[in-house]
């Protein structure tokens, strides 16, 4: 049997590695770390193809928290993930978030702005002429209202945060091992350690299950525990439109469709309707969405997206929880209860990336002190599933 660890985190992405950075790179912390990714070049993983947002406009208070943290942790990357005085450039564009409503919907955004404000965000809520004074690009009939991010908001280069995140936890010495976790191994409420694809077997202190939308609902079910996790494809559509809006923030319709310029190109995308979206696993592109659900909502609320042009576009999987739509961190699920020596870091449904230095610095706390030291994230445990209390987002879209 191959050599124990003291801690075994199953996937890699970035919640995964964050968690090995702030555990590995903590004081406290003198033990072995592995990280288990089965697909280290991130080809379709949404920690390499996810829009990059980051943000605090949310309507629960951990979120908007989570977001705060993001937004720090981003702004002071060095002090987190710089090696040897070099500071890792992730690309991050402070152009803020800009959320739209309808007069509908004006309530919900305003109470929502309300409970930012509380936890300290910088968010503007500006009225119809507001919005057409500050975003002269768009076309603002049909709208009441929109949510802007002063500071803190913006988004980043997805793949370069992973291989910073990657390259720190190497730099502490973790240790990488390509391989696919296929199960957990159980003894009462502990595991005793992972079972690879490959047959062998390696043991654990402390397993911590990162494995996102492609495994970590099976590997809940090999321990006995069960986690409403689905796999949810999403497109992002490329393209190009010289007079567009290239100072724009990362604008949200109030029909969910979001839109940012990356470069000299824009990039978008838009959740299809719940009845044409199940849980897959393939990697095909649904272009026919773009043209006839993505373009005429671009071009109506940018005039000068009418005259875009598609350049091309990619998809990865969403680790959708479909109970609430939150996130599930904390202690992992097991037949009769939480399990002692396992935890659950999954379900983002979306905002995985931007969640991911909250959500590893909150699981190397639980690790190392049994306790959240920071941020309390408990209303986010697996417990709320188990005891069917929803934590849900008020969204304007």
């Known amino acids: 049997m191959p050599r124990g660890y003291d801690v075994i985190i199953c996937g890699g992405g970035v919640n995964g590695c964050s968690v090995a950075c702030f555990l590995g790179g903590n004081p406290s912390f003198s033990g072995t770390i592995a990280v288990v990714e089965r697909d280290p070049t991130y080809e379709h993983a949404p920690s390499a193809r996810a829009t990059g947002g980051i943000r605090q406009q949310f309507s629960t208070p951990e979120n908007i928290r989570i977001g705060l943290f993001g937004a720090h942790f981003i702004k002071r990357i060095g002090e987190y993930l710089g090696i040897d005085g070099e500071v890792p450039d992730v690309g991050f564009r402070e152009q803020g978030y800009l959320i739209l409503s309808r007069p509908d919907c004006a309530a ?37 209202c929109g949510a802007f991010g002063e500071h803190d908001e913006g988004w980043l280069d997805p793949y370069s ?44 202190d402390v397993v911590v299950n990162a494995a996102g939308a492609s495994g970590a609902r099976a590997l809940a079910a090999s321990a006995g525990g069960e986690i409403p996790i689905e796999s949810r494809k999403r497109c992002t559509y490329v393209f190009q439109c010289p007079d567009g809006p290239r100072g724009a ?3 949200i319709f109030p029909e969910g469709l979001a839109f940012r310029p990356e470069g000299d190109r824009f990039l978008a995308n838009l959740a299809p309707p719940p009845e044409a979206d199940p849980e897959c696993y393939d990697h095909d592109i649904d272009y026919d969405a773009f043209e006839s659900r993505i373009w005429p909502l671009l071009a109506e609320r940018v005039p000068a997206f009418e005259r875009l042009r598609s350049t ?9 929880n479909t109970f609430d739509e939150n996130a599930i961190v904390g202690p992992a699920p097991g037949p009769d209860g939480p399990l002692e020596n396992a935890y659950i870091v999954c379900g983002f449904s979306g905002h995985g990336l931007q969640q991911s230095p909250a959500m590893g610095r909150a699981t190397a706390e639980l690790i190392l002190y049994g306790e959240y030291r920071s941020l309390d994230l408990s209303r986010m445990e697996y417990q709320r599933i188990a005891r069917n209390e929803p934590l849900r987002e008020r969204n304007c879209y």
Do not use: M
């Open 249 to 251: 923030p990362l604008t």
């Open 312 to 320: 091309g576009a990619w998809c990865c999987h969403y680790d959708l």
């Open 108 to 144: 919900v955004l305003s109470e929502n702005v309300t409970v930012q404000h509380a936890e300290g965000a910088a968010i503007a809520l500006l009225d119809q002429s507001a919005l057409a004074t500050r975003f002269p690009w768009l076309e603002t009939n049909g709208l009441s």
């Open 161 to 204: 945060l992973l291989q910073a995140y990657r390259a720190k936890a190497h730099h502490l010495g973790v240790t990488f091992l390509r391989e696919e976790v296929s199960a957990f191994e159980r003894s009462g409420q502990r595991l005793s350690g992972i079972r690879l694809a490959s047959g062998a077997r390696i043991t654990a």
